[in-house]
């Protein structure tokens, strides 16, 4: 596996990513998705987890009502992978990585 966005959205239950750099976001999301229409909360969300520089590894996962939000940090990028909660969480934490390094390497 390279560990491309590809292989990414080929996972069963993932539903979209946000890639944030400081330029800005770039979503892709169902469009009826809720966090679709959230790129004021999502930058605000970026920043904090960018600005925190004691935090242990380089994944944080958020979960919420229906949704994991899965957040791969490496420097000043981040790979956001929202998807349900019946997701392979360990196939999804392995390309997760392998995209991050593969972003940070470019």
Do not use: W
Not at 5 to 34: A, T
Not at 46 to 68: A, C, M, Q
Not at 80 to 96: E, P
């Amino acid at each position: 596996m390279k560990g491309s966005i590809k292989d990414l959205l080929q996972i069963p239950g993932v539903q979209g990513y946000i890639i944030g750099q400081e330029k800005g976001m770039q979503i892709k999301l169902p469009s009826k998705h809720k966090f679709s229409g959230a790129k004021d909360r999502l930058m605000i969300l970026y920043k904090d987890l960018i600005s925190d520089n004691d935090r242990p590894g380089n994944t944080v996962e958020i979960l919420l009502d229906d949704v994991l939000l899965t957040v791969f940090l490496s420097g000043r990028t981040m790979l956001m992978v929202l998807s349900s909660l019946r997701v392979n969480q360990a196939l999804l934490r392995m390309t997760g990585k392998l995209i991050i390094a593969n972003m940070s390497r470019e």
